[in-house]
């Protein structure tokens, strides 16, 4: 009713009810029509999200151009999710040049406003010396807040920083427990580092088990390395070991859907 009025907020909610199939049919073409209506009244998170359904192609046909503009109007007036997207954009070379500084320009913008995505993605950029000079020491800083949100991709990161021991002191310890704390949101990344942990008893017990339990959860959330590992390991192990590794796999997995 508020979005029949006219009211940018009311229509962009309505939006992304739509948008994610929440107490109506999933369409993304209404969804699209929302937060154009929306958009065009100038409303930040209308033309964000309009932004995105032009990035992946959603409700609409996929343009890379027009997701930039939009994305580009949104952050301007200082949008965190539209200036970690832009940022995105420009990092990968969708819609504009690629240019790693101005990557890490839009990121920045985000992190200091609290966005996890944006603070995650500057530590990336720092961790690979892209668009700023190589810095361990600022990688661990940004994923430190990011993961302090529980923000998956962060803590997975923060705990390869220690795992390897790269801006700060080499904590297997430290480690597990942030590879835990993401690959109970179900981050495959996260889940088969853990497993590597479990398997060579590094700040964990050594359990082959729990090894190719964790493995196995990877590779099936589609992370290749995680499978390779699994069939790598299973060769070294019990038919009986392997049988109740995967049932372990299974019924996480059935928790977690």
Do not use: C
């Not at 029949?4 to 994610?20: R, S």
């Not at 993401?182 to 942990?197: H, I, V």
């Amino acid at each position: 009713m508020a979005a029949e009025q006219g009211y940018a907020n009311a229509q962009t909610n309505l939006g992304i009810m739509y948008d994610n199939g929440q107490g109506v049919p999933q369409d993304y073409e209404e969804a699209v029509k929302l937060y154009r209506m929306a958009a065009e009244q100038g409303y930040a998170a209308a033309q964000s999200n309009l932004g995105t359904m032009y990035e992946n192609g959603q409700g609409i046909p996929q343009d890379y151009e027009e997701a930039v503009k939009l994305y580009r109007m949104a952050a301007e007036q200082g949008y965190a999710s539209a200036q970690s997207n832009l940022g995105t954009m420009y990092e990968h070379g969708q819609g504009v040049p690629q240019d790693y500084e101005e990557a890490v320009k839009w990121y920045r913008m985000a992190a200091e406003q609290g966005s996890a995505i944006g603070q995650t993605n500057l530590g990336i950029m720092y961790d690979n010396g892209q668009g700023v000079p190589r810095d361990y020491e600022e990688a661990v800083k940004w994923y430190r807040l990011a993961a302090g949100q529980g923000y998956a991709s962060a803590q997975s990161n923060l705990g390869t920083m220690y795992e390897h021991g790269q801006g700060v002191p080499q904590d297997y310890e430290e480690a597990a427990q942030l590879y835990q704390l993401a690959s109970e949101q179900n981050f495959a990344t996260a889940q088969s580092n853990l497993g590597a942990l479990y398997y060579y008893g590094k700040g964990i017990s050594k359990n082959i088990t729990m090894a190719h339990m964790w493995f196995d959860i990877a590779g099936l959330n589609g992370y290749q390395q995680g499978a390779t590992n699994r069939d790598i390991i299973a060769k070294e192990m019990k038919l009986r070991e392997v049988m109740v590794a995967k049932k372990l796999a299974r019924d996480w997995m059935s928790k977690h859907q």
